[in-house]
């Protein structure tokens, strides 16, 4: 190891943290360094950023279109003469609510809601009422 002086034979190696992050750029004192050091500073203001206006906004109008909307929501019921008609024809058959709902394979309140006019008609279940009492519920087919 004589014989003169020594020398480095490699470059030095510089670790650095990695680049910030977008929110990291964004954050104050980010933004004041870079005023301070002369870069452009582009500024966005976003519509709505920030906040949660986007869920409740739209709701005023349609708030104001349902106030202004007079349709009738309502289902149809059974008629009255459907009602009579099949309160008859299980009387005329000596059978009780109970035993006309196992005839066609239904609840006994499908039974009572048809009778009191409650339900909502079903054609397959006028169908098996019909074929069950041998009466014509409804009208001509």
Not at 30 to 44: H, Q, S
Not at 85 to 91: D, E, K, S
Not at 104 to 133: C, D, F, H, M, T
Request: hydrophobic residues 35%; charged residues 30%; without cysteine.
């Amino acid at each position: 190891m004589s014989g003169g002086p020594i020398s480095q034979d490699w470059e030095p190696v510089v670790i650095r943290k990695k680049a910030p992050n977008a929110a990291a750029k964004k954050d104050e004192k980010a933004v004041n360094a870079a005023r301070r050091a002369g870069a452009d500073i582009d500024t966005v203001k976003k519509h709505n950023a920030g906040t949660n206006k986007a869920a409740s906004s739209s709701t005023s109008l349609n708030t104001k279109r349902l106030d202004d909307d007079t349709e009738n929501l309502a289902h149809d019921r059974v008629p009255t003469e459907l009602k009579k008609a099949i309160m008859q024809a299980r009387m005329d058959k000596n059978l009780t609510q109970a035993q006309l709902a196992q005839i066609i394979n239904e609840k006994p309140q499908v039974i009572q809601e048809y009778e009191s006019g409650k339900a909502i008609p079903n054609q397959q279940i006028i169908g098996k009422l019909e074929r069950a009492l041998g009466a014509k519920l409804r009208g001509k087919k």
